[in-house]
C-alpha cells in the first residue's frame, strides 16, 4: 500500500488562510493526499470570520475539527504550500514546495473573505489533480 502524500499549508500565526486550506484540503482531497496546517505562531483561535463563513459554504466547522499549530506540532510532510506571507514564511523540510501569494483577508468584509476561500477552493482542486497525475511534480 502507498503511504499517502502529506500537504502542509503554512503562513506566520496559521490562524486564516492556512487553516481555511487544511480544512478544504480534507474535505475535497483526503482521498489523495492528508492536510495539515501550521505556523511559527499560533492565536488562541481560528480566525472568526473564516470558521463562520466556511461553515456557511462547506458545512466545515474547523473550531471542532482544527485547531492552531506550531511547524514542530505537524508530522513531516512531502509538499508544502505557504499562503503569501506579507514577512518571511516559514521554512519546513519538503520535497516539493509552491507559494500561493494569498493576501490576508482578517479584518476585510465577507466578500473579500469568500474571493481568498474560492482561490484557495480551486488552488486545493489543482493541487489534487498535480498529486493524482504527477504531472510536473517532483515529490514522488
Known amino acids: 500500500m502507498t503511504k499517502k502524500i502529506r500537504v502542509a499549508f503554512i503562513c506566520v ?6 487553516q481555511i486550506a487544511e480544512a478544504l484540503g480534507t474535505y475535497y482531497a483526503a482521498d489523495v493526499f ?3 496546517s501550521a505556523g511559527t505562531k499560533i492565536k488562541p483561535q481560528i480566525n472568526q470570520d473564516a470558521v463562520r463563513l466556511v461553515k456557511k459554504l462547506y458545512g466545515i466547522d474547523m473550531e471542532k475539527t482544527q485547531q492552531s499549530k506550531l511547524l514542530g506540532d505537524i508530522p513531516s510532510v512531502d509538499i508544502v504550500v505557504t499562503m503569501g506571507c506579507d514577512v ?3 521554512y519546513l523540510p519538503c520535497k516539493y514546495r509552491e ?3 494569498l493576501d490576508d483577508p482578517t479584518g476585510k468584509d465577507d466578500e473579500e473573505f469568500k474571493k481568498i476561500i474560492f482561490v484557495i477552493e480551486k488552488k486545493i482542486i489543482v493541487l ?3 498529486i493524482s497525475n504527477r504531472r510536473g511534480m517532483l515529490f514522488t
Request: aromatic share 12%; with cysteine; charged share 35%.
Open 13 to 18: 500565526h496559521n490562524s486564516c488562510r492556512s
Open 34 to 36: 492528508e492536510s495539515y
Open 88 to 90: 518571511t514564511c516559514p
Open 128 to 130: 489534487k489533480e498535480n
Open 99 to 101: 507559494d500561493w501569494r
